[in-house]
């Protein structure tokens, strides 16, 4: 077993995580009747303290002297934020007779907006780490493009999964189903 210490930053991530799980389990059980806000409170906390590095792989070595920037750091928070805010407006109206001040649709517009910026984002990295013509490949610059080449497939997988969640939330699954 690898002893590591203990951060004061794992703590506070685990602790809002904790407490975010611990809040909407209750509220879905309708065991609490707090507001969507305050269920969604540590969530934004974390989003807006802790969240901020997270959406960055690790820093590669500068590729060959190209100009590069991981966009989606700097967009990913505000654009989760976003999308919970949204959900959370909602969520908030949505008990009520009148049609909720948003639709589902638009509630989803930033959470898609996020995935798409950190697949194109990431396919733009392994363009940036690869070498150029005149230049070999070596097994570093393999390895540190390879990361950001499944993280951007993966975001694919992560599109289509919210776009079907998207679809069957909004009961437009119908050519979703085997029963045409």
Known sequence: MINTPLSPMKVVTNLLEAIWDAY???KLDHL??????VIFFPLFLFH??????????PAPSVPHGRDWAPCYAVVATPLLIAFELLLCIYLENSHVTKPPPVSLQTVFL?????EVTILVGNFRMC???????DESVSDDAIWETLLHFWVAISMVFFIA????TLLKLCGNSFWLSSNF
């Open 24 to 26: 909407i389990v209750l």
């Open 110 to 114: 930033p959470l898609l907006a996020f």
């Open 161 to 164: 999964a919210t776009v079907f």
């Open 127 to 133: 363009n940036a780490l690869l070498p150029g013509d």
């Open 32 to 37: 609490v009747s707090y507001s969507w806000w």
């Open 48 to 57: 807006a303290v802790v969240a901020g590095r997270r959406f960055s792989l």
